[in-house]
């Protein structure tokens, strides 16, 4: 599956963004998708996914700020994000991962197919 990740940008503190990311190829009903974001100088982090069943998970740090969705029927997956803080600027990548359970939803090494990134950037 080819994953295209858009809706970033700049954006204030306290401001929302809403990413989208749009999957080609295989069904996209097959596979549990995340987010996960690379600040510089930084490793990847999680930040939320969500499975086939529609179990979700959040990094500590993005609880009650950010909520994830899918549309099967569009091939999209969406993170809503608000109350956005300066650090949660950076680089966000889209994944899709077949098979991937509950315990592994927060491990980058779960997800087989990743999108290009889009760049969220909050302003202080």
């Known amino acids: 599956v080819q994953l295209q990740a858009s809706g970033g940008g700049l954006v204030q503190a306290g401001g929302s963004l809403r990413l989208s990311c749009a999957g080609s190829g295989r069904p996209f009903s097959n596979y549990a998708m995340g987010w996960f974001r690379q600040a510089p100088g930084k490793e990847r982090e999680f930040v939320a996914a969500?499975?086939?069943?529609?179990?979700?998970a959040f990094a500590d740090s993005v609880k009650g700020r950010f909520t994830i969705s899918r549309n099967n029927a569009l091939n999209t997956m969406y993170l809503q994000m608000n109350a956005l803080k300066p650090e949660d600027t950076a680089v966000y990548y889209c994944?899709?991962?077949?098979?991937?359970?509950?315990?592994?939803?927060?491990?980058?090494?779960?997800?087989?197919?990743w999108g290009q990134g889009t760049q969220v950037t909050v302003s202080s």
């Open positions: 994944a899709a991962g077949e098979g991937v359970i509950l315990s592994q939803m927060g491990r980058s090494s779960a997800y087989d197919y």
């Open positions: 969500i499975r086939r069943t529609g179990n979700t």
